[in-house]
């Protein structure tokens, strides 16, 4: 099969083809809703990962993997009579017309944190009954965190400065430390350990929540942030069990101060 040069006819193809493999492919047969959910959020992963590298040839293939569930998942609800592909385009193409007044209507906006804001308010007037109700459950929680005070700010509930966040995390920082402090208190029962134990996590999670909400400040993704030390993390220590490896030690054999020998030398070489 030719490819097609312009959009459409490609988006055409892909429905051709996502025909063809229903009809006729044994595991595209198989595939439901359900059992395609768990590969799309791989999918969706994998195109975080070639994003944060910059990888542009990784980023086409995996926007396209994530083209192909799009197609799959309407073509599996349109054999069950729910909607098709032509539903959920028009779907999208009338909430963005809708969503964007300052475009498609009277209303000004002339900057990205009014659209923001106006957008919020829209999605009210539609029935929500909070504006967080657009924050999945499912979100991993520092992703959630980050939606979660995008979303307040978008009705107004915000800090007004970064100094005032940056006062927060070091607010909450001593409450987490004062705790940790109580954990010390010598012969307490096993109530009072699980009591404090349960103040540290409230005051370790109040911590990140008031450190997330500073990074949003300084236009800093923390999710981002912490994945590129992740990665930076694996670099450094897959460079230190290497030259370990070469020099014939083993990682539980060696000192701290050794390994950290091979630690700065990863560093040096980023």
């Known amino acids: 099969m030719e ?13 051709t083809i996502m025909e063809d493999l229903r009809a006729g492919c044994p595991w595209d047969k198989k595939q439901t809703l359900e ?4 590969l799309t959020i791989e999918e ?6 070639a994003i944060l590298e910059k990888d542009m040839p990784a980023i086409k293939g995996e926007l396209g993997d994530l083209m192909l569930h799009l197609v799959f998942y309407s073509k599996i609800a349109s054999e069950q009579g729910a909607f098709d592909i032509r539903d959920v385009l028009n779907g999208i193409c009338d909430k963005l017309i809708v969503r964007h007044p300052h475009i498609y209507g009277e209303v000004e906006a002339n900057d990205a944190q009014t659209v923001k804001e106006n957008w919020e308010r829209i999605k009210l007037k539609e029935g929500k009954r909070s504006v967080l109700q657009g924050v999945p459950p499912s979100l991993p929680a520092m992703v959630k965190a980050y939606r979660i005070q995008e979303k307040a700010r ?9 100094h005032q966040v940056w006062d927060k995390v070091i607010e909450e920082m001593g409450e987490l430390r004062e705790n940790i402090q109580l954990r010390e208190i010598p012969d307490q029962t096993e109530e009072a350990k699980a009591i404090v134990n ?14 997330i909400n500073y990074g949003r400040f300084i236009d800093i993704n923390p999710e981002d942030a912490l994945e590129r030390t992740n990665k930076k993390f694996i670099r450094r220590f897959q460079y230190l069990e ?17 390994m950290d020998v091979f630690w700065e030398e990863a560093k040096k070489r980023e």
């Open 154 to 162: 978008g009705v107004g509930f915000d800090w007004e400065a970064p």
């Open 242 to 258: 290497d030259k370990a490896r070469d020099a014939g030690r083993n990682l539980h054999d060696m000192t701290l101060a050794e």
């Open 198 to 211: 349960s103040k540290i996590e409230d005051e370790f999670g109040d911590l990140l929540f008031a450190l």
């Open 35 to 38: 059992s395609l959910r768990y």
């Open 44 to 49: 969706t992963y994998e195109l975080s990962d």
């Open 3 to 15: 490819n097609n040069n312009t959009s459409c006819d490609a988006f055409n193809r892909l429905l």
